[in-house]
């Protein structure tokens, strides 16, 4: 098992940043892919950034490349996002994600093993 605890989220207005952590405990997290996904209400979890195990590879969304960046410290079993320029529409649950898969770059849902419980990010315009 790997429990994983999001924390960050906020009010922000548009333009601005913020940063995303997650925290994880239980098994060996370098053994897995990371990813953070997003929810606003009345859409489907979306995917919006994937990093590798080695911390080396990632790969992100069209909507936010250039704007978010994802990295991992494994001594700290820790995963961030950085989002800056913030947009109305970046408003959604966030959520961390953690794959066992080999494939890549893991952008489905189902390909994830385990999930925290989101963080609520907003953006006024």
């Known amino acids: 098992q790997v429990q994983l605890v999001e924390s960050g989220g906020g009010l922000v207005q548009a333009g601005g940043s913020l940063r995303l952590s997650c925290a994880a405990s239980g098994r060996t997290f370098s053994n897995y892919a990371m990813g953070w996904f997003r929810q606003a209400p009345g859409k489907e979890r979306e995917f919006v950034a994937t990093i590798y195990w080695g911390g080396l590879t990632t790969y992100y969304a069209d909507s936010v490349k250039g704007r978010f960046t994802i990295w991992r410290d494994n001594a700290k079993n820790t995963v961030y996002l950085q989002m800056n320029r913030l947009k109305p529409e970046d408003s959604a649950v966030y959520y961390c994600?953690?794959?066992?898969?080999?494939?890549?770059?893991?952008?489905?849902?189902?390909?994830?093993?385990?999930w925290g419980q989101g963080t609520q990010v907003t953006v006024s315009s």
């Open positions: 994600a953690a794959a066992s898969t080999g494939d890549w770059p893991p952008t489905r849902t189902r390909v994830y093993d385990y």
